[in-house]
């Protein structure tokens, strides 16, 4: 009896905490995600401590209270204690504002498992209708089965996603719709228990929806992380001994470079001059060379005929003469033969 007392007495202290570590949860991740600061800066990061910490006070007290059980339905557990089934959901989307190069992996993982515990307690409730996203296994060094984002997905599975995505989509808008009309009546106190029940089951549905689309996330980013991983972990491939030739030293100068171009070393260098290979010609083709000197013999008897003709007078005066009359009488003149 004494027990009894006791438990019920924990009971009664720690339940009026729990709606207020969840309302600090609530608000801080909401000021985190509404904020136009920069994540990873001091500040926002120390809320998102803050929050987990209320949030994982939070949970070890409703796991010692055992506020939800396994064996109960929907219908069992009251309206005022449907609202920290969204516990696990708010864990989830605080771990992932979290930033550290370092211990991403990590803390991906711990958001995955937070919204698995989540997507679990909806479904045993049957509190929306959903397929439980597969468990993977993403262990370094080891390769992942095909999941929501593997590439080996048949066209029917993908065509199935995307209609799920799309329904999530609808679903969504009509949520916020149903959740804006009744949010005044119940945050004021004036909603009826049926409002309340209804009222937190639409807040469940909606984080539903966004638990499954954060595991879509964190299914593809855990491929990079696990690429990351395994790059740093393997070994450099050894490098094998190769049998190379030792390089040829060599000098690189003005000089050498010039004894290339226009020195001995040149294989299209000239042996001899225009001159001299003419003269090589003659000497080894005899048929030209006598061509040759019969032109040279014939052009300087005609040198001395010319000289010769100049040089007497009566034969240029009588060639002057001759020039005069053909100026004078047209060619044919004084022909009188045949003339009929």
């Given at each position: 009896?004494?027990?009894?007392?006791?438990?019920?007495?924990?009971?009664?202290?720690?339940?009026?905490?729990?709606?207020?570590?969840?309302?600090?949860?609530?608000?801080?991740?909401?000021?985190?995600?509404d904020?136009?600061?920069?994540?990873?800066?001091?500040?926002?990061?120390?809320?998102?401590?803050?929050?987990?910490?209320?949030l994982?006070?939070?949970?070890?007290?409703?796991?010692?209270?055992?506020?939800?059980?396994?064996?109960?339905?929907?219908?069992?557990?009251?309206?005022?204690?449907?609202k920290?089934?969204?516990?696990?959901?708010?864990?989830?989307?605080?771990?992932?504002?979290?930033?550290?190069?370092?211990?991403?992996?990590?803390?991906v993982l711990?958001?995955?498992?937070?919204?698995?515990?989540?997507?679990k307690?909806?479904?045993?409730?049957?509190?929306?209708?959903?397929?439980?996203?597969?468990?993977?296994?993403?262990?370094?060094?080891?390769?992942?089965?095909?999941?929501?984002?593997?590439?080996?997905?048949?066209?029917?599975a993908?065509?199935?996603?995307?209609?799920?995505k799309?329904?999530?989509?609808k679903?969504?808008?009509?949520?916020?719709?149903?959740?804006?009309?009744?949010?005044?009546?119940v945050?004021?106190?004036?909603a009826?228990?049926?409002?309340?029940?209804?009222?937190?089951?639409?807040?469940?549905?909606?984080?539903?929806?966004?638990?499954?689309?954060?595991?879509?996330?964190?299914?593809?980013?855990?491929?990079?992380?696990?690429?990351?991983?395994?790059?740093?972990?393997?070994?450099?491939?050894?490098?094998?001994?190769?049998?190379?030739?030792?390089?040829?030293?060599?000098?690189?100068?003005?000089?050498?470079?010039?004894?290339?171009?226009?020195?001995?070393?040149?294989?299209s260098?000239?042996?001899?001059?225009?001159?001299?290979?003419?003269?090589?010609?003659?000497?080894?083709?005899?048929?030209?060379?006598?061509?040759?000197?019969?032109?040279?013999?014939?052009?300087?008897?005609?040198?001395?005929?010319?000289?010769?003709?100049?040089?007497?007078?009566?034969?240029?005066?009588?060639?002057?003469?001759?020039?005069?009359?053909?100026?004078?009488?047209?060619?044919?003149?004084?022909?009188?033969?045949?003339?009929?």
């Amino acid at each position: 009896m004494a027990e009894a007392v006791a438990t019920v007495t924990e009971e009664e202290v720690a339940r009026p905490r729990l709606p207020q570590l969840l309302e600090t949860g609530r608000r801080l991740l909401s000021e985190v995600e509404d904020t136009n600061e920069s994540t990873n800066s001091r500040f926002i990061q120390e809320k998102v401590k803050q929050g987990l910490e209320s949030l994982e006070k939070e949970s070890r007290m409703m796991a010692q209270l055992d506020l939800f059980s396994s064996n109960e339905d929907l219908e069992e557990i009251s309206s005022a204690d449907l609202k920290y089934l969204m516990v696990p959901a708010l864990q989830g989307a605080l771990t992932l504002k979290q930033v550290s190069f370092n211990h991403r992996l990590e803390q991906v993982l711990a958001a995955r498992a937070h919204f698995m515990n989540f997507l679990k307690q909806c479904h045993n409730y049957q509190i929306a209708k959903f397929e439980l996203p597969a468990t993977q296994d993403y262990t370094p060094g080891k390769k992942s089965g095909d999941g929501p984002s593997g590439s080996r997905q048949s066209l029917v599975a993908m065509a199935s996603h995307r209609q799920a995505k799309i329904e999530r989509y609808k679903q969504k808008k009509e949520l916020e719709n149903k959740l804006a009309s009744l949010e005044s009546a119940v945050e004021s106190g004036r909603a009826e228990d049926e409002q309340v029940r209804e009222y937190y089951l639409l807040h469940l549905q909606k984080w539903v929806n966004i638990s499954l689309e954060e595991i879509e996330n964190i299914d593809q980013e855990l491929v990079i992380l696990k690429a990351r991983d395994t790059g740093k972990q393997a070994p450099p491939s050894p490098v094998a001994p190769q049998n190379r030739p030792p390089p040829k030293l060599f000098v690189l100068t003005r000089d050498t470079a010039q004894a290339k171009v226009f020195g001995s070393g040149y294989p299209s260098l000239a042996t001899m001059t225009v001159n001299d290979w003419c003269e090589q010609r003659q000497k080894w083709d005899p048929l030209k060379n006598t061509t040759m000197n019969i032109n040279q013999g014939a052009e300087q008897e005609e040198d001395q005929e010319t000289k010769s003709e100049e040089d007497d007078e009566d034969a240029l005066h009588k060639k002057r003469n001759w020039d005069d009359w053909k100026d004078t009488h047209p060619r044919g003149y004084g022909n009188r033969q045949n003339m009929g």
